[in-house]
């Protein structure tokens, strides 16, 4: 039987400690890599989303504005026929009171 001296089992707990430590590492620099890289995405994606709600915000501002104009355009074109129509009717109402009066001539 093999006797292991008091020099050797520290040695192998050395060499066991630096292959530890070597592991533990290589694990800490995975950790910080994989931070790093969860940070810069979650920064890209509060800018992504930043950018897309200014988008949204805009285009939405827009939508309200034109649909805004369109419905003053409405509101134009109806006040425009109804002074079209306002003034027909005063022309027919006076038509009407001219054509009256021969008639009214011709019954006397």
């Known amino acids: 039987m093999e006797e292991i001296t008091e020099k050797?089992?520290?040695?192998?707990?050395?060499?066991?400690?630096?292959?530890m430590e070597f592991n533990i590492s290589h694990i800490l620099e995975k950790i910080k890599r994989f931070t790093q890289l969860v940070s810069e995405l979650l920064e890209s994606g509060k800018s992504m989303f930043k950018e897309l709600s200014n988008d949204f915000e805009e285009r939405l501002i827009m939508i309200h504005k034109e649909q805004?104009?369109?419905?003053q355009e409405e509101i134009k074109e109806l006040r425009l026929m109804d002074a079209s129509n306002e003034e027909a009717t005063a022309l027919l109402s006076n038509a009407r009171f001219y054509f009256r009066i021969p008639f009214l001539n011709l019954e006397r």
């Open 8 to 19: 050797e089992q520290s040695e192998a707990i050395i060499v066991g400690s630096e292959e």
């Open 68 to 71: 805004m104009e369109k419905w």
